[in-house]
């Protein structure tokens, strides 16, 4: 029996041990810390990743846990919509398809019970990685793989020493807070406000709970403190339900990061015996909802690359991956340099240009996503 071994217990890693395991492996995930998402946020599943999860059997599981994502658009800081669109659309335009909203812990929940009893390995800290021959080394042992995923992160330990020469992650200019908050009455409809170097996003959960984020174009570094009255002040004169919103946040509620990103794509994903997804891969900012539905893709594509045993063909992999993920990496960012206009001529050009392209012409602002949302899975 082939083994695998993954570094890192996040959506991609489980994803990678789930999808690896139907097909045979032996696998074991070694995570550093000691629980699994032991502070939830919140996570939209587009149309795509759950094409991939379908594909582990987990799809439908999802589907049930989680608030459809349909209706919801655009908006400025006062409330006014700048693009809008509906269920009926966004299933025309998908086929049917919807992603979903969920909590971030409910789908790591998901994807662990799918796993054999001793997969994963907590409080195990991999110090290192043999690309040539799959040595990986840990607290207290070793362990020699066929096969070695990297699915450690945005500053990916397994990345630097495949690649060792290459621009580490550079931060993006933002930092984002993320946070759940009770929401009993919210209006079924996500959406994202755009202000002056400020976004606030809002997305309605099951069980009358909300996850709200947040960027700001700061320093990077910042943070301390309370950090709900330090949003409760970036947003106090944002429209309603904002400011309610965060009435209802406590400090141990909310995450605080600088978000940075991969803006160099690797040269490859995968060396020697070694394959890398997610962050560790393709680190990107937040602005198209697409960092962890890259990581579920990858896990499926890397699973099916390798079938029940065939390494040799990881340069498949990358193949596969690099150009569409390098892609959209490349269009996060352009998003996020948008959202850090802070100039008020520059802020209402950018808001006039989205609105009137909306109005002007709705069926290619619709599509604007299609080539992400569109993709799917490689069959068995």
């Given at each position: 029996m ?10 991609g890693?489980?994803?990678a ?6 097909r ?9 810390a000691?629980?699994?998402e032991?502070v ?9 990743a759950?094409r ?5 059997g ?19 800081s006062?409330?006014r ?6 269920t009926?659309?966004v ?5 049917g398809?919807?992603g979903v909203l ?10 662990s019970a ?8 907590l ?43 290459h621009?580490?992650?550079?931060y ?24 002056r170097g ?15 984020y ?16 330090e949003?409760?002040?970036?947003f ?5 339900p904002?400011?309610?919103?965060l ?6 509620r ?7 990103h ?6 490859a ?7 890398l ?7 990107m ?13 990858d ?38 340099r948008v959202?850090r206009?802070?100039?008020?001529l ?22 604007a ?12």
């Open positions: 082939a083994h695998a071994a993954i570094v890192g217990a996040g959506i890693g489980l994803t041990a789930v999808a690896l395991q139907r045979g492996w032996q696998v074991t995930v070694f995570e550093r000691a629980s699994l032991p939830g946020s919140g996570l939209a599943v587009a149309a795509n759950l991939a999860l379908d594909t582990i987990a799809g439908d599981e999802i589907r049930g846990l989680s608030a459809i994502q349909g209706a919801g658009g655009l908006r400025r006062d409330g919509w700048l693009a809008k669109t509906s009926e659309a299933s025309a335009r998908n086929g398809d919807f969920l909590r971030r812990a409910d789908l790591v929940t998901a994807l799918r796993l054999t009893s001793g997969t994963v390995r409080n195990t800290e991999v110090t290192g990685v043999d690309a040539d021959s799959g040595l990986v080394t840990f607290a207290g042992g070793r362990t020699e793989a066929d096969l070695v995923v990297g699915a450690d992160g945005i500053h990916s330990p397994v990345r630097s020493t495949l690649f060792p020469a621009p580490a992650p550079s993006s200019g933002v930092t984002a807070w993320r946070l759940l908050v009770p929401a009993p009455g919210i209006p079924g409809q996500a959406y994202e406000s755009w202000g400020k976004v606030f996003g809002v997305m309605p959960l099951a069980g009358d709970t909300a996850y709200c947040a960027t700001d174009t700061v320093p990077a570094g910042g943070g301390g403190g309370d950090q709900s009255a949003l409760r002040r970036l106090a004169e944002w429209h309603s904002i400011p309610e919103l009435a209802a946040a406590t400090p141990e909310v995450l605080r990061n600088d978000v940075h991969l803006a160099t794509p690797l040269p994903m995968h060396r020697g015996r070694v394959a997804l997610g962050d560790a891969a393709h680190a900012t937040p602005n198209l909802g697409q960092g962890a539905c890259q990581a579920i893709e896990a499926v594509v890397l699973a099916h690359v390798v079938g029940d045993g065939e390494t040799g063909r990881l340069a498949d992999y990358t193949a596969a991956r690099l150009e569409r993920t390098s892609r959209i990496v490349a269009r996060s960012a352009a998003v996020c959202t206009l802070r100039n008020p520059a802020v209402r050009l950018r808001d006039t240009m989205t609105a009137l392209s909306w109005r002007i012409a709705p069926s290619r602002a619709n599509g996503m299609d080539e992400v949302l569109g993709w799917t899975p490689p069959s068995a």
